[in-house]
């Protein structure tokens, strides 16, 4: 005979499954809880995470995931940046000698962070360099070591124009010279100096930051005639108008060097103020001015299609050995360019000094290779190297000059080093 088993109380019942209950939802939250914090790690960042079925992902897909939300944001501006005459004069080329050759980026070492800031970077390649085959010479017929371009490009350069006055100083065989010495380079365009009729002839295009640029350029001068139609793009009305037609086609921005203006002048002439309406009317946006070798005003000027072209009549110069005080500040003109809009948003500059020592006897003699250290500082950093320069001025007195001079017509911000 079996004992009787008593039912369990139903409280006691109602215990036990209560119970059971909790440890499977908590152990199942807890292994949630545990899989989640090893997901988001103690310092808060996705380390480990699980698929909808509750399995791990591999690692490769986590990584992937991850990738897609870290992407970085488009670029929502482009920043433009132009400046004056590269001139390799003697004493340059003095200085710039090595046991093996030529270097001359110790020169630009200064202002190299400040082409870092922008994306499009417009330099003026003033005079030709084809190497030691055409004569190492400077002022008044000019060429220049191979190491002379280099110098440009390690400095952030990649718009560079070729077309000056002094491009065809030794003829058609240095000027082919020169613009060989820019080929092959990635990411960097050049205009203004040519090989042949049909090189004269194509408009250059580059993208930045899905902003499509055209560059052109042209020049209303030469030291020595262009005999054969194509060495330098000389301006005329007729290619310029075909080519900013076509530019205006084809791209957002309009970029246009020039090679115009009186030599040593502050002012704008008349050729000048025509030209640029001109451009404007063709449909240029940006006009970057040289060969006054001084800053000239800055002027906005409405096209006949309403549309507003920005015009830098002269960027003065930049890397050079002149003696006049205003030779020696250049600078950089900066526009910021919307992507969204594909319009300029901002115009400034940042003023820039070219220095250089000698002695007050070696001045007196005119001893003009006797110069030395030749380095370029941002304005507003450049009291002490001014100081030891024999030009006898000062920061402020140039900074004030400088901003009156390119305010005249239109307003353009000045910047210092520290908010450029």
């Given at each position: 005979?079996?004992?009787?088993?008593?039912?369990?109380?139903?409280?006691?019942?109602?215990?036990?499954?209560?119970?059971?209950?909790?440890?499977?939802?908590?152990?199942?939250?807890?292994?949630?809880?545990?899989?989640?914090?090893?997901?988001?790690?103690?310092?808060?960042?996705?380390?480990?995470?699980?698929?909808?079925?509750?399995?791990?992902?591999?690692?490769?897909?986590?990584?992937?995931?991850?990738?897609?939300?870290?992407?970085?944001?488009?670029?929502?501006?482009?920043?433009?940046?132009?400046?004056?005459?590269?001139?390799?004069?003697?004493?340059?080329l003095e200085r710039g000698k090595?046991?093996?050759?030529?270097?001359?980026?110790?020169?630009?070492?200064?202002?190299?962070?400040?082409?870092?800031?922008?994306?499009?970077?417009?330099?003026?390649?003033?005079?030709?360099?084809?190497?030691?085959?055409?004569?190492?010479?400077?002022?008044?017929?000019?060429?220049?070591?191979?190491?002379?371009?280099?110098?440009?490009?390690?400095?952030?350069?990649?718009?560079?124009?070729?077309?000056?006055?002094?491009?065809?100083?030794?003829?058609?065989?240095?000027?082919?010279?020169?613009?060989?010495?820019?080929?092959?380079?990635?990411?960097?365009?050049?205009?203004?100096?040519?090989?042949?009729?049909?090189?004269?002839?194509?408009?250059?295009?580059?993208?930045?930051?899905?902003?499509?640029?055209?560059?052109?350029?042209?020049?209303?001068?030469?030291?020595?005639?262009?005999?054969?139609?194509?060495?330098?793009?000389?301006?005329?009305?007729?290619?310029?108008?075909?080519?900013?037609?076509?530019?205006?086609?084809?791209?957002?921005?309009?970029?246009?060097?020039?090679?115009?203006?009186?030599?040593?002048?502050?002012?704008?002439?008349?050729?000048?103020?025509?030209?640029?309406?001109?451009?404007?009317?063709?449909?240029?946006?940006?006009?970057?001015?040289?060969?006054?070798?001084?800053?000239?005003?800055?002027?906005?000027?409405?096209?006949?299609?309403?549309?507003?072209?920005?015009?830098?009549?002269?960027?003065?110069?930049?890397?050079?050995?002149?003696?006049?005080?205003?030779?020696?500040?250049?600078?950089?003109?900066?526009?910021?360019?919307?992507?969204?809009?594909?319009?300029?948003?901002?115009?400034?500059?940042?003023?820039v000094y070219m220095h250089y020592?000698?002695?007050?006897?070696?001045?007196?003699?005119?001893?003009?290779?006797?110069?030395?250290?030749?380095?370029?500082?941002?304005?507003?950093?450049?009291?002490?190297?001014?100081?030891?320069?024999?030009?006898?001025?000062?920061?402020?007195?140039?900074?004030?000059?400088?901003?009156?001079?390119?305010?005249?017509?239109?307003?353009?911000?000045?910047?210092?080093?520290?908010?450029?």
């Amino acid at each position: 005979m079996h004992p009787i088993k008593k039912k369990p109380k139903k409280w006691l019942r109602f215990f036990i499954l209560t119970t059971f209950f909790i440890v499977l939802v908590g152990g199942g939250a807890t292994t949630g809880y545990f899989l989640w914090y090893k997901k988001r790690g103690p310092g808060g960042s996705d380390t480990y995470s699980i698929n909808r079925n509750g399995q791990p992902n591999p690692p490769d897909e986590l990584s992937r995931k991850e990738a897609n939300t870290n992407t970085p944001a488009a670029p929502t501006i482009v920043r433009l940046v132009a400046t004056g005459d590269m001139i390799a004069h003697s004493a340059i080329l003095e200085r710039g000698k090595t046991a093996g050759g030529y270097d001359f980026t110790s020169m630009l070492t200064n202002i190299k962070p400040y082409f870092n800031k922008a994306d499009v970077r417009f330099c003026n390649q003033s005079t030709p360099a084809g190497g030691a085959t055409f004569g190492y010479s400077g002022f008044p017929v000019f060429n220049a070591p191979i190491e002379w371009p280099k110098a440009i490009e390690d400095a952030g350069c990649n718009v560079i124009n070729l077309g000056t006055n002094h491009t065809n100083d030794k003829g058609q065989d240095l000027v082919t010279a020169t613009v060989a010495a820019w080929d092959n380079k990635n990411g960097i365009v050049v205009a203004g100096a040519n090989r042949s009729a049909e090189e004269k002839e194509k408009v250059k295009y580059f993208d930045k930051n899905g902003v499509k640029f055209a560059f052109v350029s042209y020049s209303t001068y030469t030291n020595k005639p262009i005999t054969n139609g194509f060495g330098v793009t000389m301006y005329a009305d007729e290619i310029a108008q075909r080519q900013i037609t076509e530019a205006r086609t084809k791209s957002d921005i309009v970029l246009v060097s020039m090679r115009w203006g009186t030599e040593y002048s502050p002012s704008v002439n008349a050729q000048q103020d025509q030209i640029a309406q001109k451009l404007a009317d063709f449909g240029a946006d940006i006009v970057v001015g040289h060969g006054p070798h001084f800053l000239e005003p800055v002027k906005k000027l409405n096209g006949k299609d309403g549309r507003e072209t920005i015009v830098w009549y002269s960027l003065g110069n930049f890397l050079n050995a002149q003696l006049e005080v205003e030779a020696l500040i250049g600078g950089f003109a900066s526009m910021v360019i919307d992507v969204a809009s594909k319009k300029i948003t901002k115009v400034e500059f940042m003023p820039v000094y070219m220095h250089y020592e000698w002695t007050q006897a070696e001045k007196a003699a005119e001893n003009l290779l006797a110069r030395r250290n030749f380095s370029m500082f941002p304005l507003d950093k450049a009291a002490e190297p001014m100081g030891k320069s024999l030009i006898g001025t000062t920061v402020e007195t140039q900074t004030d000059r400088v901003t009156k001079l390119l305010n005249q017509f239109t307003p353009v911000t000045i910047l210092t080093s520290d908010n450029f």
